[in-house]
């Protein structure tokens, strides 16, 4: 079964200040997949990366980019230059490929101020 | 990516009736999942629910509680039954397409008891 941690609450920045959000992840599986999901205060959930084991190279799109070191099992996602829109609860969360369903962490809420 | 809608968006009902939740997708997906999200809490898987076949329900969610329908590779029901006041959260439907494809997330359902 997988595992995931997420041991920042909440974290609360300026805009235009970068933040990393992290995620510290336990798994047996050989081959796993790790997600990040952002819930805004609408509630609804928004993918915003899969990651497959196999593939440590890091990812950028945009703003976001995420660092994968399977040494450390974390999966950390870093967003340069904050926005108010940022603000959010974000989810990481390893796949359960026997279940083919999520186990989502306990989440970090994003406040970003003005 | 898959679009998912949910209906309803909300309600409010009294204790001890029923409600029928729909989650439908704009496209056939293999496997679609049913979570439930306490206030204030992350997500926790209730079932798996697969065409043709039972769900498959998580420790601590039973059938006769939480019963899925699942009658095609587009639609998928959950009645959450005998509603009592700690049933209140916002319910989720996904979807993926097999493997260890994204999930994609309806926009959930706040359900609050009275």
């Known amino acids: 079964a997988q595992k995931v941690t997420q041991a920042q609450t909440e974290i609360s920045v300026v805009e235009k200040e970068d933040v990393t959000l992290d995620c510290v992840y336990e798994t047996r599986d050989t081959t796993y997949y790790l997600f990040w999901y952002k819930q805004p205060p609408s509630g609804e959930l928004v993918f915003l990366i899969r990651r497959n084991s196999f593939d440590e190279q890091n990812e950028i799109s945009g703003r976001y980019s995420w660092n994968f070191q399977k040494s450390t099992s974390s999966f950390n996602f870093t967003i340069t230059a904050s926005q108010v829109v940022d603000s959010a609860v974000y989810f990481c969360?390893?796949?359960?490929?026997?279940?083919?369903?999520?186990?989502f962490g306990s989440g970090t809420r994003l406040q970003v101020q003005p | 990516s898959a679009v998912i809608s949910q209906k309803p968006s909300r309600d409010i009902c009294q204790r001890g009736t029923s409600l029928t939740i729909q989650c439908q997708v704009d496209?056939?997906?293999?496997?679609m999942f049913w979570y439930r999200q306490q206030p204030g809490q992350s997500l926790t898987l209730i079932a798996t629910a697969n065409q043709g076949s039972e769900a498959t329900y998580e420790s601590g969610f039973v059938i006769d509680k939480f019963p899925i329908s699942r009658p095609n590779l587009t639609f998928s029901t959950l009645t959450v039954s005998n509603m009592s006041p700690e049933d209140s959260s916002i319910y989720l439907c996904s979807g993926d397409s097999g493997g260890a494809d994204t999930q994609y997330f309806g926009p959930g359902t706040r359900l609050t008891v009275l």
């Open positions: 969360a390893p796949l359960d490929t026997g279940r083919r369903a999520l186990t």
């Open positions: 496209s056939q997906v293999t496997m």
